[in-house]
């Protein structure tokens, strides 16, 4: 049963007790998977995906027959779905591209800024119970905004050896043709550093386990990663006019996807709280993944009770959520007062879930408290920012004196020798 706690009472503790951090066992598996992929290459990737995930596969790389037959498979009612979310998701992201600037300073001077894409991207694709068609759409379709010239997914196959066909519309969706059967750390493996089949990226996204979470970690620097994913998080902030039916089945909704992740009411209700409290065991006897969901709400779920929205804005910000909602009357007037959270649902009528698969806003969010300083995932984080500058000789010889100054300042005489070698005469 989820604990009711009232705000004025709370430690600090009590609002950031996540830790994403890995045990040592599993920092120690996974520095030897990194180092085994990185010498014996596909053999090594074959070895997990026998041990891991029970198949035992031939090529690693999922052909153009298998493409073929999804489309065959998929509900065609569902593949609509799944184009319309697409659509929703491009027109989005559309938005959040950049435009190089030029300026001028003066005669002989010329500067600005230009974008350029990562070049290679791959993208990690969890499979519980299979793997995550939404995942597809939301990390791809930026990279391909972007300008990301090779998209490479990594997915755990089924035991046959398969790879779900929605995943592989959604890939086809997202103009994803290199998809390959991996997961875990070995994939972030292959990644990183490239084998006989799996290219190597330049870039590495997408969620995954406390494996994955690691692997990502250690790679960091050899190629660049989207973040350190924790368990999902969502914090419901709700009034008393809330129905408590809507606040426990989104409570559950993320309940239901690990042990590990969090679900937070905050109120300033304490009659809703007792009636979401209630409710929340009214819906776990009929939840397919009750035991999943139990496990999470009395672990890591809890309920704020404050005396005002006051103080119920200033919770949010303390715990800077993955996902929030605002259901209150006037959303929208609680909306500036918003500085930590990944992404915020406006409303009684805006569930968590709509963003996970349908609105166009990325799912791909920071969690355990990182949005405090951190982003949604996006267009930006496919695209690198290089400035340029041009002096011509006129322009330099008028400023040459004044950085061989500075330079001497700080004691690097040989870049004063490299302003002042230009001047005239």
């Known amino acids: 049963m989820m604990k009711i706690l009232d705000f004025d009472r709370l430690s600090p503790e009590e609002f950031l007790n996540r830790d994403i951090r890995a045990e040592e066992d599993v920092s120690a598996a996974v520095d030897g998977i990194l180092a085994d992929v990185r010498s014996r290459g596909d053999a090594a990737l074959r070895d997990y995906t026998r041990r891991f995930d029970g198949a035992e596969l031939k090529d690693l790389w999922v052909a153009a027959a298998e493409f073929d037959a999804a489309r065959e498979a998929v509900d065609p009612c569902f593949l609509e779905t799944l184009k319309e979310a697409a659509e929703n998701i491009r027109s989005f992201h559309e938005r959040q591209k950049h435009n190089d600037f030029f300026l001028t300073r003066g005669s002989g001077v010329v500067m600005g800024q230009r974008w350029t894409p990562v070049e290679r991207v791959g993208i990690c694709v969890p499979r519980s119970p299979e793997a995550f068609p939404s995942t597809i759409l939301m990390n791809a379709i930026p990279a391909q905004i972007a300008g990301v010239q090779d998209i490479v997914i990594v997915t755990p196959p089924r035991r046959d050896g398969t790879v779900s066909p929605e995943a592989l519309m959604a890939a086809e969706l997202a103009e994803v043709a290199d998809v390959f059967k991996l997961g875990g750390a070995q994939a972030v493996a292959a990644l990183a550093f490239g084998t006989e089949t799996v290219p190597r990226v330049d870039k590495i996204v997408g969620p995954g386990g406390v494996f994955v979470a690691t692997a990502k970690r250690k790679v960091f620097g050899l190629v660049d990663i989207d973040m350190i994913a924790g368990p999902s998080e969502i914090l419901v902030l709700a009034d008393g006019e809330t129905d408590p039916k809507w606040a426990a089945a989104d409570l559950l909704s993320q309940a239901e996807h690990d042990v590990l992740a969090s679900a937070v009411l905050v109120t300033d209700s304490r009659k809703l709280a007792e009636a979401v409290r209630a409710e929340v065991e009214v819906q776990l006897e009929t939840l397919p993944r009750q035991d999943i969901a139990r496990r ?122 490299s302003a002042l070698s230009r001047r005239e005469g």
């Open 296 to 417: 999470s709400i009395e672990d890591n779920g809890k309920i704020i009770v404050t005396d005002s929205l006051d103080k119920a804005v200033e919770a949010v910000n303390r715990i800077a959520p993955e996902h929030l909602e605002l259901c209150v009357d006037n959303p929208f007037a609680l909306l500036p007062r918003i500085k930590n959270a990944g992404s915020i649902f406006l409303g009684r009528s805006t569930p968590e879930a709509l963003g996970d698969y349908f609105a166009g806003p990325n799912h791909t969010l920071p969690t355990s408290g990182t949005a405090r300083f951190s982003s949604p995932l996006g267009v930006d984080d496919f695209m690198k920012r290089s400035s340029f500058l041009y002096y011509d000789r006129t322009a330099l010889n008028g400023c040459a004196e004044k950085i061989a100054d500075f330079a001497r300042r700080e004691g690097l005489e040989g870049h004063a020798r």
